[in-house]
């Protein structure tokens, strides 16, 4: 090609087009430094016809991507020499298929899908980033003013509620080291926290807060109680150290390892799910809410009850992960359960708030695993849950729902690659992404050496994983922001 074919192009071409995408007289045009781009003739040519170029850089590599492509099709053509025209049209469509597709969507999903915010939302100092374990998240708007914060389990350091500071764009944590704060009492120092859930357990329409507290026991009895926060008389208080609450040794002074909120009748009022770690007969699961005859809200009186006896639910096993939620019921809550040395259960909720364990019958039992993170979703969208668990150092879970109303069934679906045990602690689903796909994250902790967090998609199958970092002993909070 010369400079007068160039230009002969531009005028079939160029002008056409910007007229036929009406881009008028603000359009820049670009193209390199080639010979025939720089010709005198093409320059006159292009400023007779009033065209704007982008001024290129002398000597400068070809920045448009595409070029990129266009040499590995060359390379590749070159590789296997067609003849003739639809021998060069084979190679073509064999190389686009094959060879670019596949190079172009790997290139997409390369690009990472998370950007670490963490020193400019939330930079680690004593007062809002501790160093510091902690062992569980929950969301609520904890100071009422309809945004939500987020409360934090501190394990050994204060538990943290960080809100978003709009003026300062960052995360402050409001549960301030002074007695004078609505919030102070929320920080509680000393009950080695290891999960946390917020719901409105007294049907006010604000959420009471339950923290779950080790104390340092890991099973059996524990030397210091759960707290159950409500916002009364300007600050928040413990409902569980109430006398009312106290005489009716409601308190779970035992080891648990995860909580959940349930309304399990579907009154607006929640009970709180506490997956307890026995030892023995010591310590089965229990269910507190309000009982509701022997308060008085008038009287600001709540007295709690634990009613997993009478639900059905008081069980002796090595609790450890609960998730709740319509898993197999059409409109109320049922409760699933991966424990550790022993099988899990599936309460199914019998429509009056009590429950039965179909956790054998419906395939979920995984008996020999130990269960860990546990989260559900509908990842095949078809209107019903599935239930998906990290189990400990063994292979982890992705059971879809099968069965009818009479009959529950699951199977477990998950990939050679997503069963791959790892020492994995906390699993979540969402659609991280935004392709309405959902992604299954599993948080793996430094056990015996580095272990990767990672990363699932859910498209029809699960096949590929994404190194994100691998985590150490967590020492402050890390922020990531999903880039959009
Ligand atoms: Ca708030
Ligand atoms: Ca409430
Ligand atoms: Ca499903
Ligand atoms: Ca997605």
């Given at each position: 090609?010369?400079?007068?074919?160039?230009?002969?192009?531009?005028?079939?071409?160029?002008?056409?087009?910007?007229?036929?995408?009406?881009?008028?007289?603000?359009?820049?045009?670009?193209?390199?430094?080639?010979?025939?781009?720089?010709?005198?003739?093409?320059?006159?040519?292009?400023?007779?016809?009033?065209?704007?170029?982008?001024?290129?850089?002398?000597?400068?590599?070809?920045?448009?991507?595409?070029?990129?492509?266009?040499?590995?099709?060359?390379?590749?053509?070159?590789?296997?020499?067609?003849?003739?025209?639809?021998?060069?049209?084979?190679?073509?469509?064999?190389?686009?298929?094959?060879?670019?597709?596949?190079?172009?969507?790997?290139?997409?999903?390369?690009?990472?899908?998370?950007?670490?915010?963490?020193?400019?939302?939330?930079?680690?100092?004593?007062?809002?980033?501790?160093?510091?374990?902690?062992?569980?998240?929950?969301?609520?708007?904890?100071?009422?003013?309809?945004?939500?914060?987020m409360f934090v389990a501190g394990y050994n350091g204060p538990n943290l509620v960080l809100k978003y500071d709009k003026q300062r764009k960052r995360l402050v944590n409001i549960a301030v080291d002074n007695r004078s704060s609505p919030f102070y009492a929320l920080r509680d120092r000393q009950g080695n926290a290891i999960g946390?859930?917020?719901?409105?357990?007294?049907?006010?329409?604000?959420?009471?807060?339950?923290?779950?507290?080790?104390?340092?026991?890991?099973?059996?009895?524990?030397?210091?109680?759960?707290?159950?926060?409500?916002?009364?008389?300007?600050?928040?208080?413990?409902?569980?150290?109430?006398?009312?609450?106290?005489?009716?040794?409601?308190?779970?002074?035992?080891?648990?390892?995860?909580?959940?909120?349930?309304?399990?009748?579907?009154?607006?009022?929640?009970?709180?799910?506490?997956?307890?770690?026995?030892?023995?007969?010591?310590?089965?699961?229990?269910?507190?809410?309000?009982?509701?005859?022997?308060?008085?809200?008038?009287?600001?009186?709540?007295?709690?009850?634990?009613?997993?006896?009478?639900?059905?639910?008081?069980?002796?096993?090595?609790?450890?992960?609960?998730?709740?939620?319509?898993?197999?019921?059409?409109?109320?809550?049922?409760?699933?359960?991966?424990?550790?040395?022993?099988?899990?259960?599936?309460?199914?909720?019998?429509?009056?708030?009590?429950?039965?364990?179909?956790?054998?019958?419906?395939?979920?039992?995984?008996?020999?695993?130990?269960?860990?993170?546990?989260?559900?979703?509908?990842?095949?969208?078809?209107?019903?849950?599935?239930?998906?668990?990290?189990?400990?150092?063994?292979?982890?879970?992705?059971?879809?729902?099968?069965?009818?109303?009479?009959?529950?069934?699951?199977?477990?679906?998950?990939?050679?690659?997503?069963?791959?045990?790892?020492?994995?602690?906390?699993?979540?689903?969402?659609?991280?992404?935004?392709?309405?796909?959902?992604?299954?994250?599993?948080?793996?902790?430094?056990?015996?050496?580095?272990?990767?967090?990672?990363?699932?998609?859910?498209?029809?199958?699960?096949?590929?994983?994404?190194?994100?970092?691998?985590?150490?002993?967590?020492?402050?909070?890390?922020?990531?922001?999903?880039?959009?």
């Amino acid at each position: 090609m010369d400079g007068a074919m160039y230009r002969e192009i531009l005028a079939n071409n160029l002008l056409p087009s910007v007229r036929a995408l009406k881009m008028g007289r603000g359009c820049v045009f670009q193209h390199d430094n080639d010979p025939k781009h720089t010709a005198r003739a093409t320059k006159e040519w292009l400023c007779k016809k009033h065209l704007k170029v982008l001024e290129w850089p002398s000597q400068s590599p070809d920045l448009n991507p595409i070029e990129n492509l266009w040499r590995e099709l060359k390379v590749h053509i070159a590789q296997r020499q067609p003849r003739n025209l639809k021998d060069l049209e084979k190679v073509m469509m064999f190389l686009w298929v094959f060879i670019f597709l596949p190079v172009l969507s790997a290139a997409q999903r390369s690009e990472p899908m998370f950007s670490a915010v963490t020193e400019t939302m939330l930079p680690p100092d004593y007062d809002n980033n501790p160093t510091q374990l902690n062992y569980g998240v929950a969301v609520t708007d904890v100071d009422n003013d309809g945004d939500l914060e987020m409360f934090v389990a501190g394990y050994n350091g204060p538990n943290l509620v960080l809100k978003y500071d709009k003026q300062r764009k960052r995360l402050v944590n409001i549960a301030v080291d002074n007695r004078s704060s609505p919030f102070y009492a929320l920080r509680d120092r000393q009950g080695n926290a290891i999960g946390v859930t917020a719901c409105d357990i007294d049907g006010d329409g604000r959420e009471e807060i339950y923290v779950l507290n080790t104390n340092n026991a890991f099973s059996g009895r524990a030397t210091y109680s759960d707290k159950l926060f409500k916002f009364r008389n300007g600050r928040f208080e413990d409902l569980l150290n109430d006398d009312i609450n106290e005489h009716r040794d409601v308190a779970n002074r035992l080891a648990g390892r995860s909580v959940a909120c349930i309304d399990r009748k579907g009154t607006g009022r929640y009970a709180i799910y506490i997956a307890n770690y026995a030892s023995g007969n010591v310590a089965p699961h229990a269910l507190i809410e309000m009982d509701e005859a022997a308060s008085d809200l008038s009287r600001g009186i709540i007295a709690l009850s634990n009613v997993a006896e009478q639900a059905g639910v008081n069980k002796f096993t090595g609790g450890r992960g609960v998730v709740v939620g319509p898993i197999v019921s059409q409109y109320l809550s049922d409760v699933f359960c991966d424990n550790e040395y022993g099988p899990n259960f599936l309460f199914v909720n019998n429509g009056d708030g009590t429950f039965t364990d179909v956790a054998q019958q419906a395939g979920v039992e995984d008996p020999m695993q130990h269960g860990r993170g546990v989260t559900l979703a509908d990842f095949n969208r078809d209107g019903k849950m599935d239930i998906v668990y990290g189990n400990w150092n063994g292979p982890h879970r992705l059971y879809l729902q099968l069965g009818n109303n009479r009959k529950h069934r699951f199977k477990d679906i998950a990939s050679q690659k997503f069963s791959m045990p790892s020492p994995v602690r906390t699993v979540i689903a969402a659609d991280f992404d935004n392709d309405s796909e959902l992604e299954v994250f599993f948080n793996n902790i430094a056990y015996r050496g580095s272990s990767s967090n990672r990363l699932f998609s859910y498209a029809g199958y699960l096949s590929f994983d994404m190194v994100i970092e691998p985590t150490s002993k967590s020492q402050r909070l890390y922020l990531y922001h999903i880039k959009t």
